[in-house]
């Protein structure tokens, strides 16, 4: 047996008495139902655990369960994924859903290669619920167990490589206890988590694989390897905050790209000048109003408002994209049809408004 192999058989014995002593109390792990466990890992995909509980309680009080989730209002499910971000999340959510019901019969499947068929599911979330759920030997790779596993046994091949992240889940496929295998999956995610963290300098002296760790003495400085990341593209946009008296205009986006179905500001692309903006809005139909014909407030106190004021400009990032974002405020003396008209409180409370068109408001 060579030392890596030691190390990886090692991993059981040492993690799951600690694991048992000191693992932290989650909603999803307090009861790990196949729903719960999958709502939960779909959540925590690019969102903290901090961030992702309040949504992940709501969503249950009024998602509470499979079927549930295949036959609601995906307007609602936008609403209550508001803020979380990566929204195709939960279109695949319930798309996964209406399979469960439709070729299940409304049962979870229980082995990781008929899960990893549901929409949306991939290796990491498909083997979390068969071994946590089922007791089944199936790892749930992701970036804390490549982490930990790669500092453990010095292993300097890139994590980012997917042939790496294979080669790594048969091996660790390979050393599963025969009971607790929930326990065993969620102890090595939760090292990664507490104890040998991705920013910052590992808590060694209380690590359970202190004993047969390579990198304690501050090879963990240099693992894992990851190849170089590409450079982030950068696009510029005009967002409008189109306003008649109390209305203000929405836009839904399109069933295809990013932040699909969901509500928008108008907006086109490129950094327009306010004598553009004002062209614009004068293209879509909105009448935007001169300024000596649009007034605020009374008597004494009124004011002469501009058709078009510039707003604070906004930036917004997403994984592989960054938008760059004027705004423009028109007062507009008419409502097209191209666009849904609604004042701000129902803006807020029942159009999915993404982070990155909210901060407008």
Known sequence: MTRRQEQLHSLAPALLPWYFANGRSMPWRDDPTPYHVWLSEIMLQQTRIEAAKPYYLRFLREIPDVASLAAADPEKLHKLWEGLGYYSRVKN?????????EEYGGEFPQDASEIRKLKGIGDYTAGAIASI????????????????????????????????????????????????????TQAIMELGEVTCIPNGEPDCTHCPCEDFCVSKDGGWKDLPVKAPKKE??????TVFLLQCGKKTAVHKRGE???LSGLWEFPNVPGALSKEEAFAQAEAWGCGPAPAEAVSTGAGKNAQKAPAVSEEK????????????????????????????WADITEIKEQYALPTAFRKFL
């Open 313 to 340: 400009p906004r930036t917004h990032i997403f994984t592989h994209v960054e938008w760059d974002m004027k705004c423009y405020r028109v007062n507009c003396t008419k409502m097209p049809e191209l666009f849904t």
């Open 93 to 101: 959510l319930q798309a996964a859903a209406r399979q469960i019901m």
């Open 232 to 237: 982030r593209r950068k696009e510029q946009m």
């Open 133 to 184: 759920c089922f007791d089944k030997p199936a790892p749930a790779v992701d970036g804390n167990v490549l982490r930990v596993l790669s500092r453990i046994t010095g292993d300097t091949r890139p994590i980012t490589d997917e042939k790496t992240r294979k080669e790594i889940r048969t091996e660790l496929a390979g050393v599963y206890p025969d009971r607790d295998r929930g326990a065993f």
């Open 256 to 258: 295809t790209g990013l």
